[in-house]
């Protein structure tokens, strides 16, 4: 898909999100806090193309905030206790219908 945004021209492919998704969804834990930047950057994208409220993705417990907080607060363990949490709010909230 082909998409236009303050006049400048962008492209995404849906099955590009899927594949990545389920990429991220299949790492370690440890593949996973070393993508950090990458995974935040693909919540952002997704919370965008799927129109999810800022209200839900962006609070205290939104999936974004989250993954902030395991970029910022890193070894944190207090954060490092909800990893399991946060992945599984990152598969369920990111994914794409197939």
Not at 48 to 55: A, G, V
Not at 74 to 92: A, D, H, Q, S
């Amino acid at each position: 898909m082909d998409y236009v945004i303050g006049g400048r021209e962008y492209s995404a492919s849906y099955q590009e999100l899927r594949e990545e998704h389920a990429r991220f969804a299949g790492m370690t834990d440890k593949r996973f806090l070393k993508e950090l930047p990458a995974a935040l950057h693909f919540a952002v994208f997704v919370c965008w193309f799927k129109e999810l409220p800022s209200s839900v993705v962006l609070s205290d417990e939104g999936i974004v905030h989250q993954l902030a907080h395991l970029i910022h607060l890193k070894g944190e363990p207090l954060v490092m206790t909800r990893l399991g949490e946060i992945r599984e709010l990152f598969n369920k909230q990111l994914q794409l219908a197939a």
